[in-house]
């Protein structure tokens, strides 16, 4: 139980760390001064990225409820 959740909390501290850029989105935004519209960009993109695996992550564990809950009664 101890490994799962510290795995749970690096996997967290690593999407919260990541930079999800394009390499062509990066070169243009690279050259605007301050990088606003940068930061903006690469959290749009962190945001959509993480919706699909959050409902993959709920379905499964859905499944995985209603599996070891019947198999219990």
């Known amino acids: 139980m ?3 959740i510290l795995s ?6 690593a999407v919260l760390t ?9 070169a243009v935004l690279e ?8 930061k ?5 993109i962190v945001y959509l990225m993480s919706i699909p695996y959050i409902l993959v992550f709920g ?6 409820w209603k599996y070891f809950r ?4």
């Open 59 to 64: 379905l499964g564990f859905f499944i995985y």
């Open 18 to 26: 990541s930079s999800a850029q394009c390499a062509m989105c990066r």
């Open 8 to 13: 749970l909390v690096f996997i967290l501290t």
């Open 70 to 73: 019947t198999k219990k009664q």
């Open 31 to 38: 050259n605007e001064d301050g990088q606003k519209a940068a």
């Open 2 to 4: 101890k490994t799962k």
């Open 40 to 44: 903006g960009i690469n959290d749009g």
